[in-house]
């Protein structure tokens, strides 16, 4: 039986969304690698803590949507529904693995399933756009220091930052 979406709950999407948005454009450093270089940002930070905070629906779709979002405006436009898949599936592996129980081990473990699912996602989505299966390793590099990095704040950040979002609860 599915849970009915709150008002509550869809107003931390729409916030969610707009952080890993915010957090992927603002906070960006582009890579000299790749066909069309690589991208490092800190969108996934506020993505993991929604997965890990509020769950699998909040998660995945701030993650899908605000990522999403971001190659539509700003020149990644082909990488959007590599983008979208990936995140989305990210965000419930996160969540699936790490919400109700979010100790370090879990939190650790659902960072090491995002990493393989963004390796394996866009490695898939860009030999499918190059028709290459040797152009998207390049890839792998930036991909990889994205979610390592990304994982080590959220891993630092994770426990205060959830009771204090927690404690707002009424």
Request: charged share 10%.
């Amino acid at each position: 039986m599915k849970k009915e979406i709150t008002t509550r709950e869809l107003v931390i999407t729409a916030l969610a969304i707009a952080l890993v948005y915010v957090f992927t454009w603002m906070v960006k450093i582009q890579l000299p690698i790749g066909a069309q270089g690589g991208l490092i940002h800190l969108g996934n930070i506020p993505f993991f803590v929604a997965a890990i905070v509020y769950g699998k629906r909040v998660g995945a779709l701030s993650g899908a949507i605000g990522m999403g979002l971001f190659d539509v405006t700003s020149g990644w436009a082909a990488w959007a529904p590599i983008t979208l898949v990936t995140s989305f599936i990210m965000g419930h592996v996160i969540a699936d693995i790490a919400h109700d129980k979010p100790t370090i081990g879990r939190i650790t473990a659902a960072c090491v399933a995002a990493l393989i699912i963004k390796i394996v996602g866009y490695y898939i989505g860009e030999a499918i756009m190059y028709g290459s299966l040797l152009v998207p390793i390049a890839s792998i590099p930036g991909n990889a220091v994205q979610i390592v990095v990304s994982s080590v704040i959220v891993l630092l950040i994770i426990k205060p930052l959830r009771q204090a979002l927690l404690s707002t609860r009424r």
